[in-house]
């Protein structure tokens, strides 16, 4: 008895010993985040001190650093984490249901279809324009309908590869095969939209792609918490269950879990998080693809931390990315989303190499 008492408690402080570094792991994220989103409010054209932007947010400032910081840089900073966040998690989520590495919202397509139905509406409907201005700056007219085409665009692709999988039975591993393909159609479809229209317009669709995290106004960051809060709920909520799909459907099966409403809730949200991030912010590749692999380098494949970490790791990636942006050759913005794919590409493949190496 005693025996067993003592082997009950080895095991025990086994686990906590466990449980205790990858929470650590997520702590020292949380606050590297925290770091930076500092940094990131403070520098600029106008350079503010960290003291200052902290005073600002406490509410005892006035004047010229309350309104950068409240009406320009942070919703720019919030923006940036919460579709970090995002992103990551709708990327660490659809790897694990379709036990495939290589899913992620941008190569199942989703991405590709919002592209789609924003250029449909910057040519068919005349959503986009050059201003009258010396610099012949580009406008979106009206950004609304480009935002809600490109997100119906995006839920049509979900819809389809959920029908595929539903009806068709066309197996995990080919979804994201059949992502590529409908990514594929849906950027040949853009291409030919661009070929019939005048420059102004192919301009606009480019301007649009390129992604811009400051684009979001705090109404657009109100309805993309919303969402990513309610979809990170579910995925922790149902943390267990993609345990139990990552060692296989029929062992799920044996443990209980329905697998196909799984597989069909997961994508549903996860593809939600992405349509409404690219519908608001434009095309930002590779955050859902390498943020989780990352993640499970350091702290494992366990949904009840990966997922979360993927969260936070996300939010320092697309962070550390759009601050670099602002800074590289400042006053001029570049384009986020070519930025995290110059960051994310060569990652990848590291991840890769050191992957097959490993094995």
């Known amino acids: 008895m005693v025996n067993g008492e003592s082997v009950h408690k080895g095991e ?53 650093a309350e309104i950068i910081i409240w009406s320009i840089r942070l919703p720019r900073v919030l923006a940036s984490m919460v579709a970090g966040v995002g992103l990551a998690v709708a990327g660490a989520v659809m790897q694990t249901i ?19 139905g924003a250029a449909l509406a910057i040519i068919g409907w005349g959503a986009g324009s050059s201003s009258s201005t010396s610099g012949g700056e580009l406008l979106i007219n009206n950004p609304y309908i480009v935002t809600i085409t490109a997100f119906v665009a995006a839920m049509l692709t979900t819809m389809i590869i959920i029908f595929l999988a539903q009806y068709k039975g066309v197996s995990p591993e080919s979804m994201v095969l059949a992502g590529v393909a409908l990514g594929s ?28 995290i400051g684009r979001a106004s705090w109404g657009e960051l109100g309805i993309m918490t919303c969402i990513v809060l309610v979809a990170l709920i579910f995925f922790l909520f149902n943390r267990w269950n993609y345990n139990a799909l990552d060692s296989g459907a029929e062992t799920a099966k044996g443990l209980g879990v329905n697998v196909e409403k799984t597989r069909q809730w997961g994508m ?21 693809l390498v943020a989780p692999h990352l993640v499970k380098r350091i702290i494992g494949g366990d949904n009840r931390f990966l997922i979360p970490a993927s969260g936070v790791m996300g939010a320092l990636l697309l962070l550390a990315a759009d601050t670099l942006s602002r800074r590289i050759i ?23 190499i050191r992957g097959a190496k490993l094995r």
């Open 268 to 288: 549903f949200f996860a593809s939600l998080i992405t349509a409404t991030v690219v519908s608001f912010l434009g095309i930002i590749a590779f955050i859902g």
């Open 98 to 116: 379709l036990r495939n590495p290589l899913a992620s919202p941008s190569t199942l397509g989703i991405a590709q279809g919002a592209a789609f």
């Open 185 to 212: 159609l849906f950027s040949a479809s853009t291409m030919l939209l661009q070929y019939f229209t005048n420059d102004v317009n192919v301009a606009a669709v480019v301007f649009w792609t390129f992604g811009d």
């Open 12 to 64: 025990l402080t086994h686990y906590l010993k466990y449980t205790w570094k990858k929470k650590l792991i997520l702590g020292v994220l949380v606050i590297l985040t925290g770091m930076l989103a500092l940094y990131a409010i403070s520098a600029g054209s106008a350079e503010l001190s960290p003291w200052q932007v902290v005073l600002t947010l406490l509410g005892q400032t006035d004047g010229h």
């Open 330 to 352: 400042a006053p001029i913005v570049l384009p986020v989303g070519a930025i995290t794919s110059f960051l994310g590409a060569p990652l990848f493949l590291y991840l890769l």
